[in-house]
Each structure stands twice: as C-alpha cells, then as structure tokens.
C-alpha cells in the first residue's frame, strides 16, 4: 500500500490532466447523423455473395484494380472509426502481416460491375481474411467506395465477423482494408507499431 500511495502521488504530480479528444464534436455529429441500417450487408446477403466463389489476387501497393481507391489520413481513418481503438488494431494486423513476407498480402476481389446502393454507383471489393485469433476462421470484407478522396469516398463497409453489421465506427478487418488501401500502401516506408520490441526480443536472445 506505500508503494500504491507513493505511485499515485506521482502520477497527481506529473500526470497531465485527461481532456476531451480534439475530434470529440465530429464523433458527437457522426453519432447524431448515423444511419442505424447497413444497406451494403442486405446487399451481401440477399446476393449471397460470401458463398460465391471468386478468383481472389494477393493485394500488392501496386495492383491496377485499385488505383481508383479512396486516399485516406489519418484523421479520416479516426472518424471512420469513431477513435483510435481500431485503427491501432489494424496498424498492428498490417503490420504482422508485412513482417512475414514483406508486402502486405491480402486476398482481395473487385466486383466488376458497379453498385447501386442508397442511390449511389460505387465500387464494390470484396477481402478474405484471416483471423488473427483463430487460423481456422476467414472473414470476408466488403467495402464499397467512389472515386472521391477523403472519408466521404467511403459510402459503406461490412464484415461477416461478429462485429462487422456496425455502421458506428467499424471493426477491425474493415479498419485494416482501409488503413492499407488508403493510406499505408501510398507511404513510402510502413511504421511498424512497437517495432523497438522487436530488438528487445534479439537483444534477450543472444544474452
């Protein structure tokens, strides 16, 4: 308990007080403007479209099919997800991904007509993905854009994982799919999350 009391008087001393995100009044409008229904996955499911098979390709930074995505911030990439929560999620899944084979390998098919969805023709990818839990599960994700830059270019997304209906933020496969297509594939050297582990773990070995 003296240990606790003199850590907390630490932390009253030189912890600098919480204070609300920079971004809180646009999630507070996300919120009041969200729209409870996800109309892309009716879509998926009337469609059936995670029982079609398709010819998936290995997504590389320079696949033609997706020139026309969306280019995303990383502000935009935050409000899409409503916080950083996911965003981090991804960043790490990315980045797992791109430590074993160097490009980030991701399983990806483009629907070759457009979609009509609330009254607006976008483009509509699908992505097999795999668990990070459980290597047995695949999720498919979908993700329909226009040709527009900016978070507006996203008009909807959908995962069949079990958080993947939300239309209030997203869940982590759809936040990787975005953070890599509009973002992290455009840089020119990927930012490994806590990579200064990754010497931590050398370092211990050769002791």
């Known amino acids: 308990m003296k240990d606790f009391k003199i850590a907390a008087a630490i932390i009253n001393c030189f912890q600098e007080p919480y ?15 969200v729209n409870n229904h996800n109309h892309l996955c009716d879509y ?31 502000e935009d990439l935050i409000l899409i997800a409503v916080g950083t929560y996911h965003l981090k999620i991804a960043r790490s899944y990315c980045s797992e991904h791109i430590k074993q084979t160097g490009v980030y390998e991701l399983e990806v098919f483009r629907h070759p007509e457009l979609i009509h969805i609330n009254d607006e023709n976008c483009v509509l990818i699908r992505c097999h993905i795999q668990s990070r839990h459980v290597r047995s599960n695949i999720y498919y994700t979908y993700i329909l854009y226009k040709r527009e830059n900016g978070r507006n270019g996203i008009s909807g997304y959908y995962c069949s994982c079990i958080h993947g209906k939300r239309t209030l933020g997203c869940c982590a496969h759809v936040m990787s799919v975005l953070n890599y297509l ?21 370092d211990i070995e050769n002791r």
């Open 44 to 74: 998926v499911l009337e469609h059936n479209l995670n029982r079609q098979r398709v010819a998936f390709i290995r997504m590389q930074a320079d696949l033609p099919e997706l020139a026309d995505f969306p280019r995303l911030t990383h």
């Open 182 to 202: 509009g973002r992290a594939r455009h840089e020119e050297q990927f930012a490994h999350p806590a990579s200064f582990l990754d010497h931590v773990v050398l």
């Open 19 to 33: 204070e609300d995100s920079r971004y809180t009044n646009q999630f507070i409008d996300i919120i009041n403007n």
